[in-house]
């Protein structure tokens, strides 16, 4: 997949983007009002198709936030929602990306719910962001970056279950 930049009006920060580029597994989110958030997977690691950055290996993975390292850890991915989890860890704080439905993403700031993102893996972020939350900059550009990094939803799992009984009968 070729590289995109798309540009993100945000209903709260104004306008920003996000850069991806499957290939390279590396994603940027930037803009006038948040800060620079880079997500980059490791030179030479195989890239896993279904992942937008390539791979949810941790030691494979870095994140900054304006060149400032940070925790990032996401979960292997498995039969349940919550094994898709990314959590990151910065600044005394903890965010979490974990799927929420097919097509969404919350993102919850320790423990607090921030927004539902979708994003289908190819960039594109649609964020909602809870009024009641009170999003800052930081929440808002991890937002992007991880639903664009990782994508969001997942298949609940009796659907996974099923779909793996299909394929066991001839």
């Keep these: ?12 920060f104004g306008p ?4 991806l580029d499957t290939e390279r597994g590396h994603v940027v989110v930037e803009g006038e009002a948040v800060p620079r958030i880079v997500l980059s997977r490791a030179a030479g690691t195989e890239a896993e ?15 900054t936030v304006d060149g400032e390292e940070a925790g990032l850890y996401p979960a292997e991915g498995g039969l349940t929602r919550r094994s ?4 990151v860890r910065y600044a005394g704080h903890v965010w979490r990306l974990v799927p929420d439905s097919l097509p969404d993403s919350r ?3 320790d423990g607090r719910r921030l927004a539902a993102l979708t994003c289908e893996g190819d960039g594109r972020v649609v964020a909602d962001w809870r009024a009641d939350a009170a999003p800052e900059a930081l929440d808002v550009a ?10 969001t939803g997942a298949q609940p799992m009796w659907m996974l279950v099923a779909d793996a009984i299909g394929q066991l009968i001839p």
Excluded: K, N, Q, W
């Design 1 to 12: 997949m070729t590289p995109t930049e798309t540009p993100v009006e945000d209903s709260l």
């Design 142 to 151: 991890l937002g992007y970056a991880l639903a664009a990094a990782f994508g």
């Design 84 to 87: 898709y989890r990314v959590d």
């Design 107 to 109: 993102l919850l700031r």
């Design 16 to 19: 920003l983007t996000v850069h």
């Design 49 to 63: 198709e279904h992942i937008p950055v390539g791979t949810r290996a941790a030691g494979r993975l870095t994140l």
